[in-house]
């Protein structure tokens, strides 16, 4: 069995890498950041079961804007195959067609699981700005 320190390393290396993937565009690999049966639910939209609406929603995304984002966890609690975060973001999303970035700040919540390899995906995403409807 791995330790906490392990597992909050190879979390955190998760959150990075999904940081990156934002920032590079890279749909399948956002994507495959995820379970196969996952749920992301980003806001003001409908929930997106399995990583292949996960992908979609993403290529949709990155066809239309650069993101940068940059996160920070603030609590992790683990039990078994599975980890529970919550914590806070800050997002830039420049569309393609205007080239005037929209400034974003929130939290977000996520349910992780260690796969039979050892390797944590997300299973369940859900983030919120802190900002007040457009």
Same mark, same amino acid.
């Given at each position: 069995?791995?330790?906490?320190?392990?597992?909050? &390393? %190879?979390?955190?290396?998760?959150?990075?890498?999904?940081?990156?993937?934002?920032?590079? !565009?890279?749909?399948?690999?956002?994507?495959?950041? +995820?379970?196969?049966?996952?749920?992301?639910?980003? @806001?003001?939209? @409908?929930?997106?079961? !399995?990583?292949?609406?996960?992908?979609?929603?993403? #290529?949709?995304? +990155?066809?239309?804007?650069?993101?940068?984002? %940059?996160? &920070?966890?603030?609590?992790?609690? +683990?039990? !078994? #195959?599975?980890? +529970?975060?919550?914590?806070?973001?800050?997002?830039?999303?420049?569309?393609?067609? &205007?080239?005037? @970035?929209? &400034? *974003?700040? !929130?939290?977000?919540?996520?349910?992780?699981?260690?796969?039979? *390899?050892?390797?944590?995906?997300?299973?369940?995403?859900?983030?919120? %700005?802190?900002?007040? @409807?457009?």
């Amino acid at each position: 069995m791995t330790t906490n320190s392990t597992n909050v &390393e %190879s979390i955190r290396s998760l959150l990075a890498e999904y940081n990156q993937t934002c920032a590079t !565009g890279d749909a399948a690999a956002y994507a495959a950041l +995820f379970t196969k049966d996952a749920v992301s639910m980003p @806001p003001n939209a @409908p929930p997106l079961v !399995g990583r292949t609406a996960v992908e979609t929603w993403a #290529e949709n995304l +990155f066809e239309q804007m650069n993101v940068q984002v %940059s996160s &920070e966890d603030s609590e992790m609690i +683990f039990t !078994g #195959e599975w980890a +529970f975060l919550r914590g806070t973001y800050s997002a830039t999303y420049t569309p393609k067609a &205007e080239d005037v @970035p929209i &400034e *974003d700040t !929130g939290t977000w919540l996520v349910i992780m699981k260690s796969e039979s *390899d050892g390797a944590w995906k997300y299973a369940r995403l859900m983030w919120n %700005s802190d900002q007040p @409807p457009a």
